[in-house]
């Protein structure tokens, strides 16, 4: 394989696997983790919450 045939293949990947609720499993796991803590849980878990849904609208 050359150089070209390779950049090709990992600019692929993240093509190939956006939408993946794989990938977004991570963020949701940490979001149901943090929204746990009394009183600020919810609040405190918005980015992980948009880190969800931008990878897996």
Same mark, same amino acid.
């Given at each position: 394989?050359? /150089?070209?045939?390779?950049? =090709?293949?990992? /600019?692929?990947?993240?093509? =190939?696997?956006? *939408?993946?609720?794989?990938?977004?499993? %991570?963020?949701? #796991? &940490?979001?149901? *983790? @943090?929204?746990?803590?009394? @009183? #600020?849980?919810?609040?405190?878990? /918005?980015?992980?919450?948009?880190?969800? &849904?931008? #990878?897996? %609208?």
């Amino acid at each position: 394989m050359n /150089l070209f045939s390779r950049l =090709v293949l990992v /600019l692929l990947i993240p093509v =190939v696997v956006s *939408g993946c609720g794989v990938l977004a499993a %991570p963020c949701r #796991i &940490a979001s149901a *983790g @943090i929204k746990m803590v009394p @009183i #600020i849980g919810h609040a405190a878990a /918005l980015p992980t919450d948009a880190c969800a &849904a931008v #990878i897996d %609208p």
